[in-house]
């Protein structure tokens, strides 16, 4: 029988060493592994970077990071940032880089043993483009001044050096031949533009603009004409006024607190007091909260009863007066035609031609500032409609004809007869 040359001593003493061997092996460790990069969120001047530590090697990780180059070769200069890493994973924001741009980036880790790479991954960078701007329609026009909104819709190179509103009178603004421009520097993308100093009835072209180190980009073309004048009322507050076929009109609502001999028209004790039993009631009302916010009442106006609207103080500036029912048709007809009561007139412009602007109206800018009835309750017209008052007493004493302008959409204009003693709108139109 052949015996083995290993005695069992010998087997002993070569399995101690193969394990003290193992042993040490781990203590010591071997260089980390770490994976190829993922980029994403690419833009001009960065983008991110992830990337995995595959292994540690068997001991802690002392650096990791990223680096990158326009070559790929790490030999070449190149770049470095020191991320660190939570749970084998690395994470870091480029924001460094140039525009239109070539460039490989590999992640990186090292434990005590030595640092590795992983493979370079490449990107680019965007190009910087023309920034996008949209113009939105005015926000209000006058006989003299027009305020536009706009908004930024995008400028990738996050560094706009100038934007605002280009207008002329020729149909294509820009800011090589705008008449005027109006440069804002906001933080916020949305931006508003006052322009004054135009001329009444006039028709301008505005558009927004939005220059950057890629050029000038410019919004839609909007169009509008100016009205064709101004009347102050005995507080001093200003009306653009409109002329609509043979009629001048006032372009917003009367806000007045005086008559035009300078009596102040009265007011209830409460905005919201009962006068249903008063006789022949003379008050004017601001819509509830209106009286500490005038910018509303600038757009909303103030409401009257019936018997404010025909005292013979004139609750009109000199020079105007309540519409009768029959102006008020008049106007209906003229901007309707054979069909008077189809429009809402709400409308700022209610003939656009862009091929002939000279046929663009200005409109009669109707105002939802909703009403009171006699009871003290206030209905908003956003959700009830506006009525406006003519001079014209109805078929019953008791109420006053007036014109309804409902809230929804393919609304029609209507006239009814309401109670003298409701709070309604007013416009005045030129003797």
Not at 140 to 156: P, R, S, Y
Not at 228 to 239: A, I, P, R
Not at 267 to 276: A, L, S, V, Y
């Amino acid at each position: 029988m052949r015996r083995s040359i290993f005695s069992s001593s010998s087997i002993l003493y070569c399995g101690l060493i193969f394990l003290f061997s193992a042993t040490a092996c781990r203590k010591e460790g071997y260089p980390p592994i770490v994976g190829e990069p993922k980029v994403s969120q690419i833009y001009v001047h960065g983008a991110k970077v992830e990337a995995e530590i595959l292994s540690d090697g068997g001991i802690d990780i002392t650096t990791c990071g990223f680096c990158w180059n326009t070559t790929g070769y790490v030999s070449d200069d190149h770049t470095c940032a020191e991320t660190g890493q939570i749970n084998g994973q690395l994470m870091f924001m480029l924001d460094t880089l140039k525009e239109d741009t070539r460039y490989y980036v590999w992640a990186y880790a090292g434990n005590k043993k030595a640092v590795t790479y992983g493979s370079p991954v490449a990107f680019r960078t965007e190009a910087i483009r023309v920034p996008q701007v949209a113009t939105y329609p005015a926000a209000m026009i006058t006989h003299n001044t027009v305020i536009i909104n706009a908004c930024m819709a995008e400028d990738n190179s996050f560094n706009t050096i100038e934007r605002g509103i280009c207008w002329s009178t020729s149909p294509n603004p820009t800011l090589e031949n705008a008449e005027r421009k109006a440069g804002i520097n906001a933080t916020m993308p949305s931006f508003t533009v006052i322009i004054t100093g135009l001329n009444p009835s006039t028709v301008y072209y505005f558009r927004a603009f939005a220059t950057n180190s890629a050029g000038t980009g410019y919004g839609g073309i909007l169009s509008y004409r100016t009205f064709d004048g101004s009347v102050n009322d005995y507080d001093g507050f200003e009306y653009s006024t409109v002329r609509l076929g043979d009629q001048e009109w006032m372009a917003s609502n009367l806000r007045s607190t005086y008559f035009s001999n300078g009596e102040s028209i009265p007011k209830t004790g409460t905005e919201t007091k009962n006068i249903e039993n008063e006789l022949n009631p003379v008050y004017q009302w601001p819509f509830l909260s209106h009286e500490d916010h005038p910018e509303l009442l600038q757009y909303d106006g103030r409401l009257y009863t019936w018997y404010a609207v025909t005292d013979a103080r004139n609750l009109c500036p000199d020079g105007w007066h309540i519409p009768s029912l029959e102006e008020w048709n008049e106007l209906l007809h003229h901007i309707g035609g054979d069909d008077p009561y189809s429009n809402d007139l709400r409308g700022i412009s209610y003939r656009t031609d862009p091929l002939n602007p000279e046929l663009t109206e200005a409109g009669f800018m109707a105002q939802l500032a909703g009403f009171r009835n006699a009871s003290g309750l206030f209905k908003n017209g956003f959700d009830y409609g506006t009525y406006w008052w003519t001079s014209t007493t109805g078929t019953s004493d008791q109420n006053g004809f007036a014109v309804f302008c409902s809230p929804h959409e393919n609304s029609r204009v209507n006239i009814w007869e309401e109670s003298k003693k409701d709070g309604y709108s007013v416009r005045c139109v030129k003797d």
